[in-house]
């Protein structure tokens, strides 16, 4: 399954920012947790709603956008 599957982005939710699956939880605050030293499995046991593959999802989001941006960088 890909990213694009999981990770939505509707203009009036959260500013417009990354969310994982229409919730309310934006791949930052994941990233921003994992960054913080949690795990996966301490993610999961304080947001129930996620799911290992939604924590997977936002890294390949990450991965993608930092990607992208160094391509589009060196085009310039």
């Known amino acids: 399954m890909s990213y694009r599957d999981i990770i939505t982005i509707e203009p009036d939710k959260r ?5 994982i699956r229409r919730m ?7 990233l921003g947790w994992l960054a913080s030293g949690m795990s996966v499995a301490e993610i ?3 947001f129930p709603e996620l799911t290992e593959a939604d924590v997977r ?6 991965a993608d956008r930092d990607h992208r941006l160094v391509a589009a960088v060196s085009a310039a």
């Open 57 to 62: 999802a936002c890294l390949e989001f990450a």
């Open 15 to 19: 500013g417009g920012k990354p969310c």
């Open 24 to 30: 309310r939880i934006t791949v930052y605050d994941v």
């Open 44 to 46: 999961i046991d304080d």
